[in-house]
């Protein structure tokens, strides 16, 4: 799952190479920007946190892992989220499942919300907090 994204490097550090699953994500965010090459951005958290945790992460009591995906020159296969959903909305995942160049992200009641084909895949940021 982890093969096509780069930096994973720093990942594999905090998690003493062993990368950790991208089920029960709770999604804060997710970007598209348009332009010549699509881009989709995907701010979310997920639960595994860490065995050895850095020590500013124990004093601050870090009990969170938010990353930043980014994705680029995409194109879209399926994008199901419900028009009543309005302006905003909270779309609970149950993982993001990455095979080859294809990612997609099933909600908790196992609905492909949305896939797309991805040629370049990074992260942009991971980072920890606590959350109440």
């Given at each position: 799952?982890?093969?096509?994204?780069?930096?994973?490097?720093?990942?594999?550090k905090?998690?003493?190479?062993?990368?950790?699953?991208?089920?029960?994500?709770?999604?804060?965010?997710?970007?598209?920007?348009?332009?010549?090459?699509?881009?989709?951005?995907?701010?979310?958290?997920?639960?595994?946190?860490?065995?050895?945790?850095?020590?500013?992460w124990?004093?601050?009591?870090?009990?969170?892992?938010?990353?930043?995906?980014?994705?680029?020159?995409v194109?879209?296969?399926?994008?199901?989220?419900?028009?009543?959903?309005?302006?905003?909305?909270?779309?609970?995942?149950?993982?993001?499942?990455?095979?080859?160049?294809?990612?997609?992200?099933?909600?908790?009641?196992?609905?492909?919300?949305?896939?797309?084909?991805?040629?370049?895949?990074?992260?942009?940021?991971?980072?920890?907090?606590?959350?109440?």
């Amino acid at each position: 799952m982890w093969s096509i994204i780069d930096g994973k490097e720093k990942v594999e550090k905090l998690y003493n190479g062993i990368l950790p699953d991208l089920k029960s994500i709770y999604i804060h965010e997710l970007t598209i920007i348009t332009g010549e090459d699509i881009e989709v951005n995907i701010r979310f958290d997920i639960k595994d946190m860490p065995k050895d945790m850095p020590s500013k992460w124990i004093e601050r009591k870090i009990n969170t892992v938010q990353f930043v995906f980014g994705f680029l020159s995409v194109k879209f296969i399926d994008f199901n989220i419900d028009e009543d959903l309005k302006k905003e909305c909270v779309l609970k995942c149950e993982k993001i499942a990455i095979d080859k160049n294809r990612i997609t992200i099933t909600s908790s009641e196992g609905k492909v919300e949305l896939s797309f084909l991805s040629k370049w895949n990074n992260i942009k940021s991971m980072s920890g907090y606590k959350q109440d």
